[in-house]
């Protein structure tokens, strides 16, 4: 089982920063790639941003290239976001699965293990 855990949400201008976390508990499985989801109001979730072991490395939504960037640490999985604008507000998400032949890095159907999420709003 995998556990996960999203902080740093909050609210800020355009144009300024924010850091979210995604604490990683894992009891039984290791997992190969965490990914970042988001959820706008009436809008589906989408793949944000994804970092995967063993040489499959980051990939990032076109939309939040060059100013987001996921890093990970001891148990953790961070998303560096720079830039924010207004349309970057929604519901994060951080989420764990394992890596197949045809795994999409950015598709919600290809993770397995979800965190409740933190609110990001960017005025």
């Known amino acids: 089982h995998v556990q996960l855990v999203e902080s740093g949400g909050g609210q800020v201008e355009a144009g300024r920063s924010l850091r979210l976390s995604c604490a990683i508990s894992?009891?039984?499985?290791?997992?190969?790639?965490v990914g970042w989801f988001r959820q706008a109001p009436g809008k589906e979730r989408e793949g944000v941003a994804a970092?995967?072991?063993?040489?499959?490395g980051t990939h990032y939504a076109d939309s939040v290239k060059g100013r987001f960037t996921i890093s990970s640490g001891s148990a953790a999985v961070y998303l560096q976001m720079n830039d924010l604008r207004p349309d970057d507000t929604a519901i994060y998400y951080c989420?764990?699965?394992?890596?197949?032949?045809?795994?999409?890095?950015?598709?919600?159907?290809?993770?397995?293990?979800w965190g409740q999420g933190t609110q990001v709003t960017v005025s």
């Open positions: 989420a764990a699965g394992f890596l197949y032949p045809g795994f999409n890095y950015l598709e919600t159907d290809d993770y397995r293990f």
């Open positions: 894992r009891t039984t499985q290791q997992t190969d790639c």
């Open positions: 970092i995967c072991t063993g040489g499959a």
